[in-house]
């Protein structure tokens, strides 16, 4: 049975998503205090995180920060917040997804169903042989899990990893974001553009020379990316 950990101040909130998700058969475990919720999150083995962004104690932002930085498991960020610069920043931070209140419980536990099939089958290879993909000195072990640029490692998030994997075992094809969102998120992207913006421009970082000039993925503007090679 997964575990899933709810961090919400709003109990009223965290008692409905609870309760749909049990009806799912998930483990359910709430907390209502950012800290707490930080310390719970980090010392427990949890299969996925729905996190709220405003918080008391610590915001919703920070435990995100503090949550990737020791552990890679799905986090589904929450929030009454509409704006663009709210979710970028959240999808920034490492989380793999932000839905905005008020939503349907239904939904969310769609959006949970997808995130742990996706992780459960990414991490469930029992492959002998390390999978890998080398292109113009980047190294992808999909196997292991870890992405190395030049000979040096560099820390990816799920869904970071699983977006430049994609597109590098697909190079020279340009795909469109809703493409790119409904192969990665496993759902359709119902505005959420930006979250596939974000984590190019993450990625970008972390394996260009010059993001102002990229050479590995490309953008092809008012289409979409591709993986040049």
């Not at 435990?63 to 917040?81: F, G, L, T």
């Amino acid at each position: 049975m997964n575990k899933i950990l709810i961090i919400e101040d709003e109990e009223a909130i965290a008692e409905l998503e609870k309760d749909y998700l049990e009806i799912s058969d998930f483990e359910v475990t709430i907390e209502n205090d950012g800290e707490k919720g930080l310390k719970t999150a980090l010392s427990g083995d949890f299969d996925l995180i729905i996190l709220d962004l405003m918080l008391p104690g610590i915001d919703g932002y920070e435990i995100c920060k503090q949550i990737r930085n020791q552990k890679n498991i799905p986090i589904i960020m929450v929030s009454a917040k509409k704006d663009d610069i709210d979710k970028i920043r959240g999808l920034g931070l490492g989380a793999d997804d932000y839905m905005t209140k008020p939503f349907s419980p239904s939904e969310l536990v769609a959006r949970v169903k997808a995130h742990l099939s996706r992780y459960e089958r990414l991490i469930g290879s029992n492959q002998k042989q390390n999978d890998i993909v080398e292109i113009r000195g980047i190294k992808i072990d999909k196997t292991a899990r870890r992405v190395y640029v030049d000979g040096e490692e560099k820390v990816f998030t799920t869904k970071e990893f699983d977006l430049l994997t994609f597109l590098a075992e697909n190079p020279n094809h340009v795909f469109t974001k809703d493409e790119l969102f409904r192969e990665i998120w496993d759902m359709d992207s119902v505005g959420d553009i930006a979250t596939v913006t974000v984590h190019i421009k993450k990625i970008r970082e972390k394996i260009e020379y010059d993001t102002s000039k990229p050479q590995y993925i490309e953008t092809i503007w008012g289409v979409g990316y591709r993986f040049k090679v």
